[in-house]
């Protein structure tokens, strides 16, 4: 019987990691603890996580730059581990910082980027001039990346990784950094690359940027992936169709069971934490699908609502109740349900 070869990815797929681990010699927990998941082609996959989820490790594996633990990972059908060197000729690779060759122009940066990657003498400096008017940057071509601002120095960093025309684009949070101007700049050229039929895998912390951007959203957290979907599957797997974020304050004195007593709730009991019990009688108002407790607030509390209905309707019950359990509504703020939502509902806290 022929040896049957068995691959890990179907024509379709440009990415493929499946039990992915890794754990720095130094440390005692695995940085990638372990995560899977597909890119299709052509797809702009997002991943999404807070500092330290392991985004850049996982990406410095995809990108040959770090040995996995344990695991597998293919891009653009290629064993990135086994065959690193061809994995490489595959994609594009914007780190998380800057590591443009201070000693080089931006041109130069851009034609030796080309020239280690083959492409073609001939080619290049016509590549390296379509990049260069692409992405804004002809005017600063013979300058070196020291007089370059941060979002400048970001566009350089894209273009010199299309240099060879990868067929997967890697972004190590492209936006990070930079001003609102500059970041839709960078957004909008993220958009075209997609558009072009370029695979991009790139990491974020900010839900904005995984909503706008990706096709799909993967959120990680401590290594692990906790959810993978589209940023609208993903948010309307949340009950309730918006939020009603509170920031209570306590002065000390709470309020004695007698006064609990008095209360218009069904619980009649008050303890010594006002805080558990502010969050339960809030659960228990109409149209109050869920609540969320956020991040401690000073001496007080920050939670989130997750509502069904219109969220202004219930700003005075919300201060009423608050005000019987002891506490002071310091603040409002009304809102949908955002990536940020899953990200609390996922892991007990903000991404920030
Ligand atoms: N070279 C290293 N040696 C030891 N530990 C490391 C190393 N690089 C990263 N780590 C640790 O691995 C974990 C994941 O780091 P990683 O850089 O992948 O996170 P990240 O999601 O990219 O975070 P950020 O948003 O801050 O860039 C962190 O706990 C980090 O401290
Ligand atoms: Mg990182």
Redesign the pocket.
């Known amino acids: 019987m022929p040896d049957v070869k068995v691959t890990a990815v179907t024509p379709d797929t440009a990415i493929d990691v499946v039990g992915l681990v890794k754990r720095?010699s130094?440390?005692p927990v695995n940085?990638?603890d372990g995560i899977s998941f597909s890119v299709r082609r052509g797809e702009c996959f997002g991943l999404l996580?807070?500092?330290?989820?392991?985004?850049?490790?996982?990406i410095?594996v995809l990108t040959t730059r770090i040995r996995p633990t344990g695991g597998s990972a293919f891009v653009d059908g290629v064993n990135v581990v086994a065959d690193p060197v061809r994995a490489r000729s595959r994609i594009g690779v914007v780190p998380?910082r800057n590591n443009l060759d201070r000693s080089l122009t931006i041109r130069q940066n851009l034609l030796f980027h080309a020239r280690y990657h083959g492409v073609p003498a001939g080619q290049r400096n016509a590549r390296a001039n379509a990049l260069l008017a692409q992405f804004a940057l002809t005017d600063r071509a013979d300058d070196k990346p020291d007089r370059l601002s941060g979002g400048q120095a970001q566009r350089v960093m894209i273009a010199r990784a299309l240099m060879h025309s990868p067929p997967v684009l890697f972004l190590?949070?492209p936006s990070t950094g930079l001003d609102p101007a500059a970041r839709l700049f960078v957004w909008d050229r993220i958009r075209e690359l997609a558009e072009s039929g370029v695979t991009i895998l790139l990491?974020t912390?900010d839900m904005d940027e995984a909503e706008t951007l990706a096709d799909r959203v993967g959120i990680?957290d401590h290594?692990k992936l906790l959810a993978l979907d589209t940023p609208q599957a993903l948010t309307h797997s949340l009950v309730g169709s918006a939020t009603l974020d509170v920031v209570v304050h306590f002065d000390g004195a709470f309020p004695s069971s007698a006064q609990a007593s008095a209360r218009p709730s069904p619980t009649a009991e008050i303890s010594p934490r006002p805080d558990g019990d502010v969050l339960a009688e809030l659960g228990q108002l109409d149209g109050v699908v869920r609540v969320e407790r956020i991040a401690p607030d000073g001496p007080g509390l920050r939670a989130r609502l997750y509502l069904t209905g219109d969220p202004a309707r219930l700003v005075a019950p919300v201060a009423e109740l608050v005000a019987t359990c002891g506490g002071k509504l310091s603040d409002v703020r009304l809102g949908t349900p955002t990536l940020e939502d899953v990200f609390i509902h996922l892991t007990g806290r903000a991404l920030r």
């Open positions: 720095y130094n440390s940085a990638v996580g807070p500092n330290g989820a392991g985004k850049s490790t996982t410095g998380q190590d949070e990491t912390h990680i290594g």
